[in-house]
């Protein structure tokens, strides 16, 4: 776990968690007072990070989550932010009201990609966000094998595609889940698109770069899904994060995903195009906190990091047969969180 460093956006702001050369934990908060809404790491450049605020634009640090500088967009709500694996300097920011912005040159300029507007239909809406409901992209994936290739996901309002690099869209990909919550390429192969979403079965995905789609239901049914993460060597391991659909007859307006103490949440694990497996292994049966984050580290087959509202981090070596309680705890995960 050494070099490893952790950042989460919470109600305090991004909290930063790194282990020690003496073995010991060090957690640190940054850009306090600011609502944070995504985070993304640019792997070129060696501890560049970029935050996303709901009112306050696009922040940038180049030591790994300690210090900040503003970096364009200022007064935007950023949404979610997505950095190009394949072109330097590329950045692509989704905004509330849905609206796309890109930056060429590491967000010195940013410049909107007028298409996405054109493309929002009238029953856009976000459940998540009174009392405008206004619909906005909560997920960016960026293609590892084609830079023009990008995928946007709209709650609510379903999974878009464009192949020349924001410029144009199509409507929403029949198959994909409506109400999406968290999108991704696999880190290699451009084929693979995976997605967590709120409706449908609550997980789909994609084997030819987002042109269709399939919701597999086997071992997992309908479910309200939240996180998506890829094993970093075998595409076709992924796990899912989710937890019960809410039923309104019964009361049930707010998911129980969003309960705190009471998220009824569930990780699965699918292998080969086989059903859904539930996984537990030493994990809390069910998760009383939400896992808003599932990261696979890059380059180790295997490993999964799963972060729950509450702060905690469990982690597993062995594609989530076992797992272990890590001795940090980041205050809150809410939203997001990333490996630097």
Same mark, same amino acid.
């Given at each position: 776990m050494r070099n490893k460093i952790f950042l989460a956006t919470n109600s305090r702001g991004v909290t930063r968690a790194d282990l020690r050369s003496d073995g010991v934990w060090s957690v640190e908060t940054s850009l306090e007072g600011?609502?944070?809404?995504? =985070?993304?790491?640019?792997?070129?450049?060696?501890?560049?990070v970029y935050? &996303?605020?709901?009112?306050?634009?696009?922040?940038?640090?180049?030591?790994?989550?300690?210090t900040w500088d503003q970096a364009g967009l200022s007064g935007q709500a950023i949404k979610t932010i997505a950095v190009s694996p394949l072109e330097p300097g590329l950045i692509y920011a989704g905004c509330k009201p849905a609206s796309l912005y890109v930056s060429a040159d590491h967000g010195a300029a940013w410049n909107e990609l007028q298409a996405l507007r054109r493309a929002r239909k009238w029953w856009w809406f976000s459940p998540a966000e009174p009392p405008d409901w206004g619909a906005y992209p909560q997920a960016l994936a =960026?293609?590892?094998?084609?830079?023009?290739?990008? =995928?946007?996901?709209?709650?609510?309002? &379903?999974? =878009?595609?464009?192949?020349?690099? &924001?410029?144009?869209?199509?409507?929403?990909?029949? +198959?994909?889940?409506?109400?999406?919550?968290?999108l991704t390429f696999h880190a290699s192969d451009g084929r693979r698109v995976y997605e967590g979403g709120g409706s449908g079965s609550g997980a789909a995905c994609s084997l030819d770069g987002g042109i269709t789609w399939q919701q597999p239901r086997a071992g997992l049914g309908a479910k309200y899904g939240w996180m998506v993460a890829a094993d970093a060597i075998r595409p076709d391991v992924w796990y899912l994060s989710a937890s019960d659909?809410?039923?309104?007859?019964?009361?049930?307006?707010?998911?129980?995903?969003?309960?705190? &103490?009471?998220?009824?949440?569930?990780?699965?694990?699918?292998?080969? +195009?086989?059903?859904w497996e539930c996984l537990s292994g030493g994990l809390p049966e069910p998760l009383d906190f939400m896992a808003y984050a599932l990261i696979a580290e890059p380059g180790v087959s295997g490993r999964l990091y799963a972060g729950l509202s509450n702060g905690d981090i469990w982690q597993t070596d062995d594609f989530g047969e076992a797992w272990r309680r890590l001795p940090v705890n980041m205050g809150g995960i809410h939203r997001t969180m990333i490996l630097v």
């Open positions: 600011k609502r944070v809404n995504s =985070l993304a790491a640019d792997r070129r450049i060696s501890g560049r935050a &996303g605020t709901q009112a306050n634009g696009i922040w940038r640090s180049d030591d790994a989550g300690r =960026l293609s590892p094998e084609d830079p023009n290739l990008i =995928l946007a996901g709209i709650e609510l309002g &379903g999974v =878009l595609r464009s192949t020349d690099g &924001g410029v144009t869209w199509s409507g929403h990909r029949r +198959g994909a889940v409506l109400d999406c919550h968290s659909q809410p039923n309104p007859l019964k009361g049930q307006f707010v998911p129980p995903a969003h309960v705190e &103490g009471k998220a009824r949440g569930r990780i699965y694990r699918s292998m080969g +195009g086989g059903a």
